[in-house]
């Protein structure tokens, strides 16, 4: 079975924090996605990443920052925290051929105070 | 640019009873469709995919979804609902020749009553 692992479920900071998501796939995926899911907007993609080192803007990305140093592990950052980017983050990943099914972790729940 | 449009917030529906998600997408070229499932506090399960071939997908719990080109669909359906079917739904797209992230809609929100 596909594991996508992300390393809070819950996360509480104060605004002006660096914040750290990690995530990480144990399926040698080449692709590996954010999203932020806020109610009655669905999911909105942040930012992905094809390959180690290589990444995209998404629909969302302000504010945001990602890195991809090892194939496994995609990190998402939040440069400044601010109030509005409370909401749940999820992590996917899928192979590279391109009608791959996306496979997701549990998501975080963070709260900027 | 692609969009996907599940025009019901809520769709309630008596155990038992057979259950329709309405999903529309818009995509400059041929679509592949997804259908997954998030329970409270989780993230999203996979259910179903239209890549090619057969318009009628079949995928896991009992669910399958149709493919309408002329549409622009993929609904979900189910002959049989089940109290445990209560859940929030997503359809999503991406075009075959796009970038590779998928595009969501809202989410629909399905309760079985008893």
């Known amino acids: 079975d596909v594991k996508v692992t992300q390393s809070s479920r819950y996360l509480v900071k104060r605004t002006g924090e660096k914040v750290f998501l990690e995530c990480v796939q144990d399926m040698d995926h080449e692709n590996m996605f954010w999203y932020r899911q806020d109610p009655g907007l669905g999911l909105r993609l942040i930012y992905f990443s094809y390959d180690v080192k290589m990444k995209e803007k998404g629909d969302i990305p302000e504010g945001y920052s990602v890195s991809r140093e090892k194939k496994e592990r995609f990190s998402l950052i939040l440069e400044s925290a601010s109030t509005n980017q409370t909401s749940m983050y999820l992590c996917a990943s899928s192979g590279a051929f391109s009608g791959e099914t996306q496979y997701f972790g549990p998501g975080t729940r963070l709260l900027v105070l | ?114």
């Open chain 2, 1 to 114: 640019a692609q969009s996907v449009a599940q025009p019901e917030d809520q769709v309630n529906v008596a155990e038992g009873n057979p259950l329709t998600v309405k999903c529309t997408y818009s995509v400059s070229g041929n679509p592949y469709l997804f259908w997954y499932v998030q329970y409270p506090n989780r993230g999203l399960q996979f259910l179903l995919k239209y890549i090619t071939g057969d318009n009628l997908v079949k995928g896991s719990y009992g669910f399958e979804a149709e493919f309408n080109k002329s549409q622009t669909s993929f609904h979900l359906k189910k002959p049989s609902a089940l109290v445990s079917d209560s859940a929030l739904y997503f359809c999503a797209v991406r075009d075959r020749t796009g970038r590779r992230a998928l595009t969501f809609g809202s989410g629909t929100r399905l309760q079985v009553q008893p």
